[in-house]
């Protein structure tokens, strides 16, 4: 098992197929992890070899994997053998046409109030792409800030709809 990143997902699979798999390796682009120190300790703990400022290459095998090349920043390459490959990256936003549109940005993201409006008058964001102070960025709370931009917004739309629609146990 071949996971490639360094950030929670990446930590959070080699956690979970650590117990499962022959044998678990984690490479990472760079030294330092974006991932929970305390993850990454339990990771460092297990029998995971952790290849740092390293890339995946290549993904090897013809319609099944059979391993991967690593080339390292130092410029040597490794052939590791592998029955499966994890790609637990992350992505950098970005906001193509958005940026043109007046939005108030704080570098790929755009700022929004607790409400998640921006500073235009009916333009809502919510989740990856959503900035404010104190966010933590969690699919969890990207969740919660489509909630709550969709009855901010409705409100908008309609100024007769109510901002919380209620439980849906409420509906029998």
Known sequence: MVIV???D???DWALAL??????????HRRDKFRAHAATV????????EIIVNAEVTEILGDGKVTGCVVVEKSGATRTMPADTVVAALGFTADLGPLAEWGL?????????DSTTATNLPRVYAAGDIAEYPGKVRLI?????????AVNNA???IDPSAHLFPGHSSDNG
């Open 41 to 48: 300790a339990r990771v460092q703990a297990l029998p995971v």
């Open 5 to 7: 990143g360094g950030g």
């Open 140 to 148: 969890a709370t990207g969740f919660g800030e489509a909630a709550t």
């Open 104 to 112: 108030t940005l704080d570098k790929r993201h755009i700022l929004v």
């Open 18 to 27: 650590q117990p499962l798999a022959k044998s678990v390796s984690l490479i």
């Open 154 to 156: 409705a409100v908008a």
């Open 9 to 11: 997902s990446a930590f």
